[in-house]
């Protein structure tokens, strides 16, 4: 019951709205219509009254009168006054001489008297058209000279009472009346018909469409993926907190075209028509690996254009690769294990039959074959827990993982995640490459010149002109197709957007081991508030082939 009393009461104020907004409207061109009209009775009332004064000053007879006998003009020119004035309609015809005696007026007993009103530029030849107050009251009037054989010879004024023309606008505002009324009644039913069409239009009353739009938002904002919704022209209509965090978006965004904001990868999938694009697929935005689903926004027969929904990989391909290395060295423990055990039983052969010295060779031969800690070359744990989980990987595989001698991290040089990711994947790439029986070298150096990675492998290396080709996402050298889709060819795309961003070089060659070498390399970071040169030289031993 107290839902229908607020529909009800929300309904209401609606239609008082639309109908104020009619009423506003209305009122406001009525206010224009009457101004415009008063004008146009004034003009008319002033046309006439000049029309008057003109045509009476031209009667020969009044002329005549004035210029030869002043003092008893008025028997020839008050009668003529009177008679203009009673055809005209006028409330006034005033005729003085050149001393501003009246010598007509509609009063007799003013006849003989001064003029009310200032008449000297009158006699100096000029004409007055205005408004003043008189004896009869405020009056429209026109003043000008009377002529006789080129000489003025008086003056005259005409006038109508402006309470007179006033209220020929009632007359007006009456005719207007029913059509006001009209348009009163066609805005207030009009204001009723809204709701209908609204309800009509999107099955819904008008007041459920703003709990409809809250409701709406809170899903979308309240969603783990993020989600884009680009219209027709390929402008940018809705972008939700999870998107514009993923792809680092302006506050702005929304409303602009997609090339301004987004990344290739993106513009590429949401611009194109094949059906492949509504399958979903890896992109990288930025250093961000996306899995993005695109998808037609359809409302019945009509497209609104093209939503894209996207999901951080990211963290989830860093967990299933930590995953699969832990995977990979609880294996190779396991077979290790085994290995240890079958060496012990052979040690225990070898010191039963008293073969001492056999079973201490082969006990050199097994501690010795491991080296050196990778910590004593790298100095930094992080990079030697990595190169040991790399390893592992590389036993399993049947491939050699070696250190380079001339690896080294400078004291105080700081290994952030930019070198343990490039590191990462090209080890990974490589490891992959090698094979079965084959051998992978890491040469690590890290110092005040800045970071460089050289990665060897004895593969099939990198055919000439190929090397463009596999820094673009989805590209993989293991099957020469786009094939992001199933995590290959995201490694060296994301390598490529470190080296870019670190303003630093990706190289490609052959190496001594009979495969491909990747050297990765970049200056130091900037420093805060220290001015450097946009060209970064590379040079240094860490720079060089």
Same mark, same amino acid.
């Given at each position: ?12 104020r609606v239609l008082f709205l639309q109908l104020a907004i009619v009423l506003i409207t209305l009122l406001a061109v009525s206010v224009i219509v009457m101004r415009v009209e008063i ?225 290739? $990868? #993106?513009? *590429?999938? !949401? %611009? ?11 992109? &990288? @935005? =930025? ?40 995977? $990979? #060295?609880? *294996?190779? !423990? %396991? ?11 052979? &040690? @225990? =052969? ?61 004291? =105080? ?52 002109g190929d090397a463009a080709r596999l820094v673009q996402l989805g590209v993989s050298s293991k099957t020469g197709t786009q094939s992001a889709i199933h995590g290959r060819g995201i ?55």
């Open positions: 019951m107290q839902w229908i009393k607020k529909n009800r009461r929300f309904r209401i004008n146009r009775v004034e003009n008319n009332a002033f046309s006439r009254v000049a029309t008057v004064a003109e045509e009476t000053a031209q009667l020969a007879p009044i002329g005549s009168a004035l210029a030869e006998d002043p003092a008893n003009a008025a028997k020839v020119v008050a009668p003529l006054a009177h008679l203009a004035e009673s055809v005209s309609g006028v409330d006034y015809v005033t005729i003085a001489d050149l001393n501003g005696i009246r010598v007509a007026h509609p009063d007799p007993e003013a006849i003989g008297q001064p003029v009310s009103s200032d008449h000297e530029t009158i006699r100096r030849g000029e004409t007055f058209r205005g408004v003043e107050e008189g004896p009869l009251g405020v009056t429209l009037r026109v003043k000008q000279p009377v002529y006789e054989n080129g000489e003025i010879v008086g003056t005259i004024s005409v006038g109508i009472l402006q309470s007179k023309v006033r209220a020929s606008l009632v007359d007006v505002v009456w005719a207007f009346a029913p059509w006001i009324v009209l348009a009163v009644a066609i805005g207030s039913l009009a204001a009723a018909l809204v709701e209908r069409a609204i309800r009509r239009i999107y099955r819904v009353d008008p007041e459920e469409v703003d709990s409809l739009k809250q409701a709406q938002q809170a899903v979308l904002y309240s969603v783990s993926d993020g989600v884009l919704g680009v219209d027709g022209t390929g402008r940018l209509s809705l972008v939700n907190d999870e998107a514009r965090r993923l792809l680092e978006l302006p506050e702005n965004a929304v409303g602009q075209q997609v090339e301004e904001v987004l990344d290739q $990868s #993106l513009v *590429d999938l !949401l %611009r194109s028509d094949s059906p492949k694009a509504e399958s979903v697929q890896n992109v &990288l @935005s =930025g250093e961000r690996v996306l899995i993005a689903n695109r998808r037609e926004a359809m409302l019945g027969p009509k497209n609104y254009g093209r939503t894209l929904t996207l999901t951080d990989h990211t963290e989830l391909e860093d967990t299933l690769r930590e995953l699969r290395g832990q995977k $990979s #060295l609880t *294996d190779t !423990l %396991r077979a290790q294990a085994h290995e240890f055990t079958n060496r012990l039983h052979l &040690l @225990s =052969g070898l010191m039963s039959i008293g073969e001492y010295e056999e079973a201490k060779e082969h006990i050199q031969r097994f501690t010795g074959a491991r080296g050196e800690h990778p910590e004593m070359h790298l100095g930094d744990p992080t990079l030697s827990a990595l190169f040991i989980a790399k390893q592992a990987v590389a036993g399993e595989a049947g491939v050699r993982l070696e250190l380079h001698p001339f690896s080294a991290v400078a004291p =105080g040089s700081a290994i952030d995640d930019d070198a343990i990711t490039v590191t990462s994947n090209l080890l990974a790439n490589a490891i992959e490459a090698a094979g079965d029986g084959g051998e992978v070298s890491l040469q690590l150096n890290a110092g005040p010149t800045g970071v460089r990675i050289a990665v060897s492998d004895s593969g099939p290396g990198i055919k000439e490694g060296l795309a994301l390598v490529d957007r470190i080296r870019i961003r670190r303003e630093g070089v990706l190289k490609f060659g052959s190496s001594d081991l009979g495969g491909a070498e990747v050297i990765a390399a970049w200056p130091p970071a900037k420093r805060p508030k220290v001015k450097q040169s946009a060209s970064i030289p590379l040079q240094g031993d860490y720079f060089n082939d």
